[in-house]
T-cell receptor, first 116, second 111 residues
Framework: KAGVTQTPRYLIKTRGQQVTLSCSPI?????VSWYQQTPGQGLQFLFE???????NKGNFPGRFSGRQFSNSRSEMNVSTLELGDSALYLC???????????????FGEGSRLTVL | AQRVTQPEKLLSVFKGAPVELKCNYS??????LFWYVQYSRQRLQLLLR??SRESIKGFTADLNKGETSFHLKKPFAQEEDSAMYYC?????????????FGQGTTLQVKP
């Protein structure tokens, strides 16, 4: 099976702009989670989607939003970018209960966002 | 509050030496505990989970509920163990993709 795919891998934006990141989960995985990774804060949970519904949300401002499509692909959007949004954004997908791998997250390589 | 503490940012040992990466957590209820690893230029991936009680790549981790710790141990470190290690609890009662990650510990195994 192909792994979790994230696009774009790298992008540079300026303050005030918005950005959309995309994530394609492993085939058959219906849960997609997003994490922000920075040297100072480490890995922080943004949100989780399952069957097109947001199930969990982390402590990020409303500028951070996401959605999931019927094919389980997910996007996250950050509006009005700030310098502090520069980070590696990781997407992870998860299999369903009862498959023997429940709970294990499979991560993508990430989208590295630089805000100037 | 849910919190994970990995007190060491960097742990440097020689090949063949024992390794212990510490993890202490504060989590309501009875969490499930995971260790994730990120090797250089590779994706973050699951190393092991406490509920499996298994040894992966020679690593084991014992959940100590009294001390709320989940330390990762290996008796003889290898150079290929050099990586960033993250401890992460998750809510046990339901499947969730929400993990609370620690700050991570970089393990450096010197030849």
């Amino acid at each position: 099976k192909a792994g979790v795919t994230q696009t774009p891998r790298y992008l540079i934006k300026t303050r005030g702009q918005q950005v959309t990141l995309s994530c394609s989960p492993i085939s058959g995985h219906r849960s997609v989670s997003w994490y922000q990774q920075t040297p100072g804060q480490g890995l922080q949970f943004l949100f989780e989607y399952f069957s097109e519904t947001q199930r969990n949300k982390g402590n990020f401002p409303g500028r951070f939003s996401g959605r999931q499509f019927s094919n389980s692909r997910s996007e996250m959007n950050v509006s009005t970018l700030e310098l502090g949004d520069s980070a590696l954004y990781l997407c992870a997908s998860r299999s369903s209960p009862g498959t023997g791998q429940a709970g294990e997250l499979f991560f993508g390589e990430g989208s590295r966002l630089t805000v100037l | 509050a849910q919190r994970v503490t990995q007190p060491e940012k960097l742990l440097s040992v020689f090949k063949g030496a024992p390794v212990e990466l510490k993890c202490n957590y504060s989590y309501s209820g009875s969490p499930e505990l995971f260790w994730y690893v990120q090797y250089s230029r590779q994706r973050l991936q699951l190393l092991l989970r406490h509920i499996s009680r298994e040894s992966i790549k020679g690593f084991t981790a014992d959940l100590n509920k009294g001390e709320t710790s989940f330390h990762l141990k290996k008796p003889f470190a290898q150079e290929e163990d050099s990586a960033m290690y993250y401890c992460a609890p998750s809510r046990r009662t339901s499947n969730t993709g929400k993990l609370i990650f620690g700050q991570g510990t970089t393990l450096q195994v010197k030849p």
